[in-house]
Nanobody, 124 residues
Framework: QVQLVETGGGLVQAGGSLRLSCAASGRTFSTYRMGWFRQAPGKEREFVAAIPWTGGREYYADSVKGRFTMSRDNVKNTVYLQMNSLKPEDTAVYYC?????????????????WGQGTQVTVSS
């Protein structure tokens, strides 16, 4: 059974930092891309970042480029999202996802597995 479990969310002031973790289990993800998405209240879920499980180019939404960094630790089967210079508009539930490498990177329907989400709240 595939499981993606996100941790690390919380409440932070604007300008602060958080690091989200996503622990993956239940299958081999070597042919998968890992992604982070987020959904703010009243808005649709949107792409944040993605990276191949075995490493390679990272992709970021324009809104987070230069502030967020995605990384992975294959030994721990965990991917991370380091979020710096947080803004109130980053407030959302953040989801970890896994999908095949050949799919469209930013498309939600390309991702087969999803975590339960972790809340990030940035106060002004």
């Amino acid at each position: 059974q595939v499981q993606l479990v996100e941790t690390g969310g919380g409440l932070v002031q604007a300008g602060g930092s958080l690091r989200l973790s996503c622990a993956a289990s239940g299958r081999t993800f070597s042919t998968y891309r890992m992604g982070w998405f987020r959904q703010a209240p009243g808005k649709e879920r949107e792409f944040v970042a993605a990276i191949p499980w075995t490493g390679g180019r990272e992709y970021y939404a324009d809104s987070v480029k230069g502030r967020f960094t995605m990384s992975r630790d294959n030994v721990k089967n965990t991917v991370y999202l380091q979020m710096n210079s947080l803004k109130p508009e980053d407030t959302a539930v953040y989801y970890c996802a896994a999908g095949p490498l050949y799919g469209v990177i930013r498309a939600q329907n390309n991702y087969d597995y999803w975590g339960q989400g972790t809340q990030v709240t940035v106060s002004s």
